[in-house]
Each structure stands twice: as C-alpha cells, then as structure tokens.
C-alpha cells in the first residue's frame, strides 16, 4: 500500500486548505485512515481518523469544530477540510493507513498504524 498526501501549503491564520490523501495498492474493505501532524520541536501527534466503512470519525480536541476529515471510498482518499487555521496548526501533516482496525473503531494511536504517507507541508502565518 502506497500512500499519497497533498494540498498542503502558506496560509494566513483564519484561512483554510484541503489535504487530501490517496491510497494505491492492495487494501482491506475495512481499514482506517488517519492524519497526524508534526509541528516544529513537537512530538507527533493524531488530528483525525476515519474508517473506510461506516464513516466513523475521530478528531482531536484542539482541531474538533474547525477541521473535516471525509473519504471517498470507492477513490480510496481521504480528506482533511481545515478551517479558521491557526499559527499552531503549523505542521507538516501526514496520513496513515490501519488496515486492520478494531471494529467500531477508530485508532489514534500511530503505533497501529501500518503504512504512511511522505507528509505535506502545512504553515499558517499570524
């Protein structure tokens, strides 16, 4: 499974960029795929996941009412819609692929995480 990430890009704070990840290869029906991110001196952290089926979602607190992640299945791609951008959502964001997640869940962890995409670059200028 090979993993596509794009649309990243320069914006100014209460601005908004489309991430958009594609996955080519062999894949389950019932995987998850997640976007995480890496800001400058930080730890890598979870943004927000999806299941292929069902749709469930998961976001993390600090990006809930601003950021949508979506997926079109039948394209194997995922999106991220980030709105009203901050300074602190600086990042390089990346997604990942989980294909064999719990049922009825939606993994944060990237540690069950299986394959990743190469990143795309996200800075958002006060």
């Known amino acids: 499974v090979q993993l596509q990430a794009s649309g990243g890009g320069l914006v100014q704070a209460g601005d908004s960029l489309r991430l958009s990840c594609v996955a080519s290869?062999?894949?389950?029906?019932?995987?998850?795929m997640g976007w995480f991110r890496q800001g400058p001196g930080k730890e890598r952290e979870f943004v927000a996941g999806?299941?292929?089926?069902?749709?469930?979602?998961s976001y993390a607190d600090s990006v809930k009412d601003r950021f949508t992640i979506s997926r079109d299945s039948a394209k194997n791609t995922m999106y991220l819609q980030m709105n009203s951008l901050k300074p602190e959502d600086t990042a390089v964001y990346y997604c990942?692929?989980?294909?064999?997640?719990?049922?009825?869940?939606?993994?944060?962890?990237?540690?069950?995480?299986?394959?990743w995409g190469q990143g795309t670059q996200v800075t958002v200028s006060s």
């Open positions: 999806i299941r292929r089926s069902g749709g469930r979602t």
């Open positions: 990942a692929l989980d294909s064999t997640p719990p049922i009825d869940v939606v993994p944060r962890s990237e540690r069950v995480y299986d394959y």
């Open positions: 290869g062999r894949t389950s029906s019932s995987y998850a």
